[in-house]
T-cell receptor, first 114, second 112 residues
């Protein structure tokens, strides 16, 4: 049973379209993260949030934006999709006081921009 | 700053053979250490974790890892690999208040 949900699982979209990748968690975690990952490659942190109305850019520069209006919801938006945005996007969450629990990951969204 | 090195990008083992995936970390104090597994097209699943106590920790799916402070290592082992273990494995290090730092991953191939 997943505690963190990502939708859609797969998305094929044309260049120039605006897209929003959804991420929701039911664990009440205060910290949430977005990673970008090409197949078989390492994870790149692109955004994170330590709580409502808190968002920060990650280690890898990204043209996407995020928002955190509710604790459980951390959507990622691309205003104008390009083929270079084709990748897998992973959402994760964690509890600040329980760093020993690590992160819980969603199943990911595989984005293809044509 | 924390860092994690997984020296092996790819490893191929025969089904039934033993497995060891290497992980070295850099951190000033005793960190939290994790191993995650990722099947193709999926998110990451936690295999096991260590912070304190017994340096040999058991995880899910028959995996274990040993923390060696003197070598700054946290290697993942399995005595007998199954074809379903083929996946990518990530080592990660964390500390209170900080984000996890992930290694670059090791892709495990299992040949029959």
């Amino acid at each position: 049973e997943a505690d963190i949900y990502q939708t859609p699982r797969y998305l094929v979209i044309g260049t120039g379209k605006k897209i929003t990748l959804e991420c929701s968690q039911t664990m009440g975690h205060d910290k949430m993260y977005w990673y970008q990952q090409d197949p078989g490659m390492e994870l790149h942190l692109i955004h994170y949030s330590y709580g409502v109305n808190s968002t920060e850019k990650g280690d890898l520069s990204s043209e996407s934006t995020v928002s955190r209006i509710r604790t459980e919801h951390f959507p990622l938006t691309l205003e104008s999709a390009r083929p270079s945005h084709t990748s897998q996007y992973l959402c994760a969450s964690s509890e600040y006081q329980r760093v020993g629990d690590g992160y819980t990951f969603g199943s990911g969204t595989r984005l293809t921009v044509v | 700053a924390q860092s994690v090195t997984q020296p092996d990008i790819h490893i191929t083992v025969s089904e039934g053979a033993s497995l060891e995936l290497r992980c070295n970390y850099s951190y000033g104090a005793t960190p939290y250490l994790f191993w995650y597994v990722q099947s193709p097209g999926q998110g990451l699943q936690l295999l096991l974790k260590y912070f304190s106590g017994d340096t040999l920790v058991q995880g899910i799916k028959g995996f274990e890892a040993e923390f060696k402070r003197s070598q700054s290592s946290f290697n993942l082992r399995k005595p007998s690999v199954h074809w379903s273990d083929a996946a990518e494995y990530f080592c990660a290090v964390g500390a209170y208040g900080n984000k996890l730092v992930f290694g670059a991953g090791t892709i495990l191939r299992v040949k029959s």
